[in-house]
């Protein structure tokens, strides 16, 4: 039979216990103190190299797109003001504010052709010839709209961002609701342009109350143009799928 432990051995397992308690208390503050002033040194050197190769930064876009995920590795946000120390120094702030009303310019301008969506690239293309090839534009890419674009989102659901089975991107700039279907749509239509009845039932497997439902919509959000005069059957052509010519 075993003995109970006594009043004595109770009481110094729990001052033992305490002890290892307080222990890991001591070693997590250190833990988390030696971290703290980690990210403080990093912080501080990476405000000294933002200093030092600003004119990169403002210049070379794939330079800046790495001193961007570099400032997210430390939860720190250039873009998050357009004033405060980082807008001060190397005027990214300003930047991307100034190319947010950009891309909106582009996109209320070409609405009436493309429906509201329009792929990055050819973005790309308008925002580049807008703002100019001189020496004082800042080059910008394709990561530098996307990283506007989701400034916009303050704005509503007016801008979004759409990524196609292809990689591409397609750029949402009216306030209509896409969900999955029509994005199934849009991945069918991505290579030719269109989308019909016959591509949506044999590919999609949808039956003609679902493929009416989505393209009645789509139609109605004026995303697509209608081709009553192909033979054979109706065409649903996407004009932000192809490029401009204009």
């Not at 891309?103 to 580049?128: D, W, Y």
């Not at 990524?163 to 290579?191: C, F, K, W």
């Not at 590919?203 to 919509?217: C, E, N, P, T, Y």
Request: net charge neutral; charged share 25%; aromatic share 8%.
């Amino acid at each position: 039979m075993r003995r109970a432990k006594g009043i004595g051995a109770i009481n110094k397992q729990k001052l033992a216990q305490a002890k290892y308690k307080d222990k890991g208390s001591e070693i997590a503050e250190d833990q988390l103190s030696q971290m703290s002033k980690m990210l403080e040194a990093f912080r501080t050197n990476l405000e000294e190299f933002a200093s030092s190769h600003k004119n990169d930064i403002r210049r070379n876009p794939e330079f800046r797109m790495q001193f961007q995920e570099m400032c997210a590795t430390i939860g720190v946000d250039p873009l998050a003001s357009s004033k405060g120390f980082w807008s001060e120094m190397l005027g990214v702030g300003d930047f991307y504010y100034e190319l947010g009303v950009q891309i909106i310019e582009v996109c209320i301008a070409t609405q009436h052709r493309n429906g509201g969506l329009l792929s990055l690239e050819e973005l790309l293309r308008k925002v580049r010839a807008t703002r100019g090839r001189t020496k004082q534009a800042q080059d910008v890419s394709l990561d530098d709209l996307m990283r506007a674009i989701k400034k916009l989102r303050i704005l509503g659901n007016g801008f979004a961002l759409h990524r196609l089975q292809d990689g591409r991107y397609i750029v949402q700039s009216v306030p209509a609701e896409l969900n999955m279907d029509h994005t199934n749509v849009l991945n069918l239509a991505e290579g030719s342009g269109y989308a019909s009845f016959s591509m949506l039932k044999q590919q999609l497997k949808w039956d003609d109350d679902r493929a009416h439902l989505v393209m009645d919509r789509m139609v109605q959000e004026g995303l697509v143009w209608v081709d009553d005069q192909n033979k054979g059957e109706r065409l649903y052509w996407f004009p932000g799928l192809f490029p401009d010519t204009t």
